[in-house]
T-cell receptor
């Protein structure tokens, strides 16, 4: 079945460092791909999404490109801030139910 | 006001008790979902509902039941709670009529502890 694999955390960075969180997927169809973020004590919020191959999702300085040839959707940010500390989840949708299949999450800790 | 609300936000109960977690939404979405989050396991789907009369089991439905009382309300019940149901539970919604209807919107979560 469909699945998502993302790098284990925690990822610990200093402020203004470059961030990459790896995500790869397995899918039989043509899913949409998502990054959700969970700030401490809160629910998940959509960070960005891409719906087809070569699409780039972007939001709040974060980017991810839907790479069908490598089945990847890596999250990047050029300069992280302390406020970016959170847990990041990669996910894919499973049409036609639109069920989301999540990775296990990666905790990011950014220090001043 | 939040678009997706969950009550209670925290609950501690004992083994064998019946528990109901409630979810309400003001987004007007037709689809609703229940997930549980466990450390190191991400989120796993318990049940989902396309509309009031369409309810489907997810990946881990054993030990749970649901009720879709109205388009805006979707409740999750644990008929006889057990300690391994201790987790963070999330409700989510999506709009099948949206251009990209697979985006889901999450509530703040309910932290359930079963002693």
């Amino acid at each position: 079945g469909d699945s998502v694999t993302q790098m284990e955390g925690p990822v610990t960075l200093s402020e203004e460092a470059f961030l990459t969180i790896n995500c790869t997927y397995t899918a039989t169809g043509y899913p949409s791909l998502f990054w959700y973020v969970q700030y401490p004590g809160e629910g998940l919020q959509l960070l960005l999404k891409a719906t087809k191959a070569d699409d780039k999702g972007s939001n709040k300085g974060f980017e991810a490109t839907y790479r069908k040839e490598t089945t990847s959707f890596h999250l990047e940010k050029g300069s992280v801030q302390v406020s970016d500390s959170a847990v990041y989840f990669c996910a894919l949708s499973d049409p036609p139910s639109d069920k989301l299949i999540f990775g296990t999450g990666t905790r990011l800790q950014v220090f001043p | 006001d939040a678009d997706v609300t969950q009550t209670p936000r925290n609950r501690i109960t004992k083994t064998g008790k019946r528990i109901m977690l409630e979810c309400s939404q003001t987004k007007g979405h037709d689809r609703m979902y229940w997930y549980r989050q466990d450390p190191g396991l991400g989120l796993r789907l318990i049940y989902y509902s396309f509309d009031v009369k369409d309810i489907n089991k997810g990946e881990i439905s054993d030990g749970y039941s649901v009720s879709r009382q109205a388009q805006a309300k979707f409740s999750l019940s644990l008929e006889s709670a057990i300690p391994n149901q201790t987790a963070l539970y999330f409700c989510a919604t999506s709009d099948s009529l949206a251009s990209f209807g697979d985006t889901q919107y999450f509530g703040p979560g309910t932290r359930l502890t079963v002693l």
